[in-house]
């Protein structure tokens, strides 16, 4: 088991991943993220020894803590993740996998490029020019997470509990939540 951070800086994981016992990865650059299409944090996928993916990606949530607010229960997918573990049952065949796979359309493809670029401009402290880019990101793809709220502490805005996320998550809900091919 890995663990990916899609941060800027080492120094915003460190808090969130104090006792961890798996190595976690820093990917400023979104490349696994978008190798993997990754939109909404937290988000796992399970791959197998051979480097199959055997679930794709999903939504899933360590512990109940926060259900109030995201209302996604944590139980099925511990469930799921012990009996593959334990039993090697997976829930999808590579149909199944296929299947559940979302895939970028073209404007989330340029999203992303725009959101890297904004990320390298504001490292070489180009901010006018990384705002316009973060902007035409997030045109092009509103309800990406990885895109909208990986933008937010670019800018110095709090990624959590900002009016900027509240109003994130608005819309995300006023959209019905979409994301991986799975229901919760």
Known sequence: MIG?????RAED????????????LLDRDHLLADRL???NVPTVAWFDEQDRMV??????????LFIDFHGIDSTPHH?????????????????GVRAHQVTPDD?????????????????????EAARQHLDEATRLAPLDFTIRRG???????????SDEFIALWGEYEQAGKPGYGFEH
């Open 107 to 127: 404007d989330e493809q340029l999203a992303r490029l725009h959101w890297r670029l904004a990320a390298e401009l504001l490292r070489r402290d180009r901010a």
């Open 37 to 39: 299409d990754i939109r």
């Open 55 to 64: 679930r794709p990606n999903d939504v899933a949530f360590g512990s109940d």
């Open 4 to 8: 990916v951070a899609v941060e800027e």
């Open 151 to 161: 933008s937010m502490p670019l800018l110095g805005i709090d990624p959590f509990l």
């Open 13 to 24: 994981v460190r808090e969130w991943v104090a006792g961890v016992e798996f190595p976690v």
């Open 79 to 95: 469930e799921a993740l012990a009996r593959w573990v334990r039993e090697g049952v997976v829930e999808l065949d590579d149909a």
